[in-house]
């Protein structure tokens, strides 16, 4: 320090900060803040530190001082001086009383200040992947917002000031994340190997190099999907690798298990109590750090489904959290945020048979040190590739001006994020196979017969210029690798002992199929209801002219959307129904200047041989309603509780499978279930809706539901049909 000071600026005193009196220098003194920077060595072309350096205790980034000299002298590389911005004790008066609480000392203040701005100049010289919050609690503490608010949560609460503010920078400091650079190297390298040996790592460089570019000037809120443990590991390392500020990341209290919760934390991890609705206090000292987060532009990130995925679909959206942001950002001048939906999709995951067990109405296992060192030996065994893909990103606070006073806004926001996730997620080889598998009839099948049956899948994704997989690796020796990996994972079982080698879905493994079909289900959706919609003028179910047609089957539609609204996530009518339009233009382009009528109707039917997808992406789901509804029927007057009624149908949907009323076996899953149970709530048929009769009213809207859903399913079967006529019996 002393040799930069002599040749930067000769004329200045060099002084710490314990040796300088703030409140009694004059106004004009300048005050520049620097200090020392330690480097890590440089290895495998990065400077990091090892795992190796904290077993023997040495941190290269502070070396102790009897071996500074030495290194100084051999590596001066490795030792640096970063220089912050100079500000005079004037401005940054003017500062303190604009700022700083009432009664917050200026030296502290300076202190605080100075910190700070060597903290940025040091970035400068170690990367934004080491951009790291610091002095967090002295910040948000002693700023003049968190005691007002404070004080008004004190008043509505009859408690004291202090008290509140108190009980808030205690409950705070319990998951506020310290960060440090060393714990975020030795996190990243510790933990890298819960993923490096399993997955090979593939990510969208263009849209990445636009999201550096973007946070420049915005902080990024990373809102990725949910299918596994490693996501944030994943992330991370893409993220680090391209010298992105390192997010922090709201994760919830159930993986804060020693030895990861201490390194974690420190690694920017932010543990939260999964629920805290009743606890006003605890609420105040999360929206206080979630608002300093925003104002300070650090980027976030956080699972907006809650938890891992149990079907391979996208998971109803959490609104708590993006709730704190956007009253953060509606609460600061100017604050803003990006929005950055994230897809994370997997080929294969070990993990996906426990998740399945646990929609079948298993137990879910406790997250212990037991379960992490099963975990870790589990992913050593490569499964394929992790594909990491960004939707596009949208300003928070647009879309919130947007919304106006809308009391669906929040939603909207949400239902936006799971729409650009889906939109950005790669269909895999195993999501493929997964849905032409699950859909065949239930036998075995020659890898000629499965490629017979994804061509027109590869066709239609081709058309419609969705995010595919490797086509080669759903056709010849590609194929027969795909097929061998979900063999090799026990999705799949193999039997070569005749004249060829036939493949079929391992006994008990349906839902685990599923799993890997689902992941690309949201690709078929509109397609799908366009065959339904088409199904139902085909069967005279419109009651419509040829005229009215048009009008008739885009109301049709709408209804089918309406069922599947816990499903899937769709945009808004005008929007969907112009992607029906451009559903048809593949199927019949020349539906805009040939009138509907039911011959031309059933002929476009025939025509789409081995490219109607209804049965094969809708089946689960209305077989899944078909037992809820029959369940609530035979209810009739009686009071519902939903947890009986959910372990009900499970033992229900069993029962059905067994006796071929229902065709998809993935279907009984409590998953599955679950959202027609809310289906159900939403139409008021688990309690009457106010102002209705109890019991006449309810009893003949759900066997009108019942009614809706056998219609749906008699539809697929139709469906079924015809792909039998087109297939020759393949199917």
Same mark, same amino acid.
């Given at each position: 320090m002393a040799e930069w000071a002599q040749t930067a600026h000769p004329d200045a005193l060099l002084r710490t900060l314990d040796e300088i009196d703030a409140e009694n220098l004059e106004p004009e003194t300048t005050l520049i803040p620097a200090r020392v920077v330690w480097l890590p060595p440089v290895r495998k072309g990065e400077r990091r530190v090892s795992v190796a350096d904290v077993l023997v205790l040495s941190n290269p980034r502070r070396p102790p001082a009897f071996r500074q000299n030495a290194i100084k002298k051999r590596r001066p590389d490795r030792v640096r001086v970063a220089v912050g911005e100079a500000a005079t004790v004037a401005d940054l008066r003017a500062r303190h009383e604009q700022s700083s609480a009432e009664g917050e000392a200026f030296t502290a203040f300076v202190g605080v200040q100075a910190a700070l701005s060597a903290e940025r100049a040091e970035r400068q010289i170690v990367g934004d992947r080491y951009k790291v919050p610091r002095l967090v609690a002295e910040q948000i503490g002693s700023s003049a917002r968190f005691r007002d608010n404070a004080a008004k949560l004190a008043a509505d609460l009859g408690r004291p000031v202090s008290a509140v503010m108190a009980e808030a920078t205690d409950k705070m400091s319990a998951f506020v994340a310290t960060q440090s650079r060393l714990m975020d190297d030795v996190f990243s390298s510790t933990f890298r190997a819960l993923y490096e040996r399993a997955w090979t790592v593939s990510v969208d460089l263009d849209t990445l190099g636009r999201l550096r570019t973007l946070n420049k000037s915005h902080g990024l809120i990373f809102l990725p999907s949910h299918r596994s443990y490693v996501d944030t590991l994943v992330l991370s390392e893409v993220l680090r690798s391209h010298d992105f500020p390192p997010n922090l990341v709201l994760g919830g209290n159930n993986l804060a298990i020693w030895p990861i919760a201490p390194v974690a934390r420190r690694a920017g991890v932010i543990f939260i109590r999964r629920k805290f609705g009743g606890d006003p206090v605890y609420k105040f000292a999360m929206r206080s750090y979630l608002s300093f987060i925003v104002e300070k532009r650090f980027n976030l990130e956080w699972y907006i489904e809650g938890g891992r995925s149990r079907t391979g679909k996208l998971r109803p959206p959490k609104l708590g959290l993006l709730s704190y942001v956007v009253d953060a950002i509606e609460q600061l001048d100017d604050a803003d945020m990006m929005v950055v939906p994230t897809s994370i999709v997997y080929d294969q995951l070990h993990e996906i048979a426990a998740m399945a067990r646990e929609s079948a109405?298993?137990?879910?296992?406790?997250?212990?040190? #037991?379960?992490?060192?099963?975990?870790?030996?589990?992913?050593?065994?490569?499964?394929?590739?992790?594909?990491?893909?960004?939707?596009?990103?949208?300003?928070?606070?647009?879309?919130?001006?947007?919304?106006?006073?809308?009391?669906?806004?929040?939603? %909207?926001?949400?239902?936006?994020?799971?729409?650009?996730? /889906?939109?950005? +997620?790669?269909?895999?080889?195993?999501?493929? @196979?997964?849905? @032409?598998?699950?859909?065949?009839?239930?036998?075995?099948?020659?890898?000629g017969e499965i490629e017979e049956i994804l061509e027109p899948l590869l066709d239609y994704i081709d058309r419609?210029?969705?995010?595919?997989?490797? =086509?080669?690796?759903?056709?010849?020796?590609?194929?027969?690798?795909?097929?061998?990996?979900? +063999?090799?994972?026990?999705?799949?079982?193999?039997?070569?002992?005749?004249?060829? +080698?036939?493949?079929?879905?391992?006994?008990?493994?349906?839902?685990?199929?599923?799993?890997?079909? /689902?992941? =690309?289900?949201?690709?078929?959706?509109?397609?799908?209801?366009?065959?339904?919609?088409?199904?139902?003028?085909?069967?005279?179910?419109?009651?419509?002219?040829?005229?009215?047609?048009?009008?008739?089957?885009?109301?049709? $539609?709408?209804?089918?959307?309406?069922?599947?609204?816990?499903?899937?996530?769709? &945009?808004? %009518?005008?929007?969907?129904?112009?992607?029906?339009? @451009?559903?048809?233009?593949?199927?019949?382009?020349?539906?805009?200047?040939?009138?509907?009528?039911?011959?031309?109707?059933?002929? #476009?039917?025939?025509? #789409?041989?081995?490219?109607?997808?209804?049965?094969?992406?809708?089946?689960?789901?209305?077989?899944?309603?078909?037992?809820?509804?029959?369940?609530?029927?035979?209810?009739?007057? $009686? &009071?519902?509780?939903?947890?009986?009624?959910?372990?009900?149908?499970?033992?229900?949907?069993?029962?059905?499978?067994?006796?071929?009323v229902i065709r998809s076996k993935d279907s009984v899953s409590t998953e599955l279930y679950d959202a027609a149970f809310r289906l159900a709530e939403n139409r008021h048929l688990i309690s009457p809706a106010e102002g209705s009769e109890r019991g006449v009213d309810l009893a003949v809207a759900r066997r009108a539901w019942l009614d809706e859903v056998e219609e749906m399913r008699e539809r697929l079967a139709k469906i079924a049909a015809i792909e039998g006529e087109q297939a020759g019996g393949i199917r």
């Open positions: 109405g298993g137990a879910k296992k406790p997250e212990d040190v #037991t379960w992490l060192l099963k975990y870790a030996k589990a992913q050593r065994t490569h499964l394929g590739e992790a594909r990491v893909r960004f939707g596009t990103p949208f300003s928070l606070r647009e879309a919130i001006v947007e919304g106006g006073d809308d009391p669906a806004a929040l939603d %909207k926001i949400a239902f936006r994020v799971m729409d650009e996730i /889906n939109a950005a +997620t790669p269909i895999s080889a195993t999501s493929l @196979a997964g849905f @032409a598998l699950l859909g065949a009839g239930e036998r075995a099948y020659t890898a419609r210029g969705l995010p595919g997989p490797d =086509a080669q690796l759903c056709r010849g020796l590609g194929l027969l690798s795909t097929l061998r990996e979900l +063999t090799t994972a026990g999705v799949l079982t193999r039997f070569d002992g005749g004249t060829d +080698t036939v493949w079929s879905i391992a006994p008990g493994n349906h839902a685990v199929a599923a799993y890997y079909r /689902n992941g =690309a289900l949201h690709h078929f959706v509109d397609r799908a209801i366009v065959e339904m919609a088409l199904v139902a003028a085909d069967r005279g179910d419109l009651e419509a002219d040829v005229d009215a047609m048009l009008a008739a089957s885009q109301q049709e $539609a709408l209804r089918i959307r309406d069922l599947l609204k816990f499903e899937f996530f769709f &945009p808004t %009518k005008e929007v969907f129904l112009h992607r029906l339009g @451009a559903e048809l233009d593949l199927i019949a382009p020349e539906w805009r200047e040939t009138p509907p009528t039911p011959e031309w109707i059933h002929q #476009t039917l025939l025509a #789409t041989s081995g490219a109607l997808f209804a049965r094969r992406t809708l089946q689960t789901f209305f077989d899944a309603q078909l037992v809820v509804a029959q369940r609530l029927v035979a209810l009739d007057d $009686a &009071p519902i509780d939903k947890e009986q009624v959910l372990a009900d149908c499970l033992g229900l949907g069993r029962q059905l499978e067994l006796q071929a």
